[in-house]
């Protein structure tokens, strides 16, 4: 669902410093994230809904799909929760047949997870609605550098231990030199 603002974007004049940011412009921004989360959540809703799973439901497959192989402390970590918290969305995803316990040859006493090929296609299909999105923005972005910008700025946002989770778990790398 796209909803057009009843105003301009706000968007300052290259070269600009921070000055610019006042807190108007950052209530703004806080404004589109929550009707970005808002819209994306609206999206999948009815396919995970279909599936008889929810949003948390997602963020651990989306997880787990990025990350094949993780254990559940590592899990915690990257979401932020306990292993308490945790266990309901992971039981209901392996009992669904969406996620998988495996052992490792190299330590049988850790369980790692993945998703299985039931999962793989859950998650396919949400990441595609997803990627919609992300592709009707940058269409409208001038060029790759605001993309990269954009990058940035989100990286920016992100604590120092997720910072350090995203580069230990994901497979796209950071230029540091450039955030």
């Given at each position: ?11 300052s004049?290259?070269?600009e ?8 412009k950052?209530?703004f ?6 009707f970005?989360?808002?819209e994306?959540?609206?999206?999948t ?11 948390a439901?997602h963020?651990l497959m989306?997880?787990v799909?990025?990350?094949s192989?993780?254990t ?11 292993k ?9 995803v392996?009992?669904?047949?969406y996620?998988?316990?495996?052992n490792t040859?190299?330590d ?12 793989q296609k859950?998650?396919e ?6 990627r919609?999105?992300?592709?009707r ?11 990269e ?9 992100l604590?120092a231990?997720?910072?350090q989770?995203?580069e ?12």
């Amino acid at each position: 669902m796209h909803r057009s603002f009843p105003y301009d974007l706000p968007i300052s004049k290259p070269g600009e410093e921070l000055l610019f940011l006042r807190e108007k412009k950052i209530r703004f921004m806080q404004d589109i994230l929550f009707f970005i989360d808002y819209e994306i959540h609206a999206l999948t809703k009815p396919i995970l809904q279909a599936h008889g799973v929810g949003h948390a439901h997602h963020r651990l497959m989306q997880f787990v799909c990025h990350c094949s192989g993780v254990t559940v402390g590592e899990v915690c970590r990257l979401l932020g929760v306990t292993k308490q918290s945790l266990n309901r969305v992971l039981r209901e995803v392996i009992e669904l047949g969406y996620v998988e316990y495996r052992n490792t040859a190299e330590d049988r006493r850790k369980k790692r997870l993945f998703l299985t090929h039931k999962g793989q296609k859950l998650e396919e299909e949400l990441f595609q609605l997803q990627r919609q999105q992300f592709l009707r923005a940058f269409r409208e972005a001038p060029n790759n550098a605001y993309i990269e910008g954009f990058q940035r700025i989100l990286y920016g946002m992100l604590s120092a231990e997720s910072k350090q989770l995203l580069e230990l778990h994901s497979n796209q790398k950071i230029d540091k030199d450039k955030t």
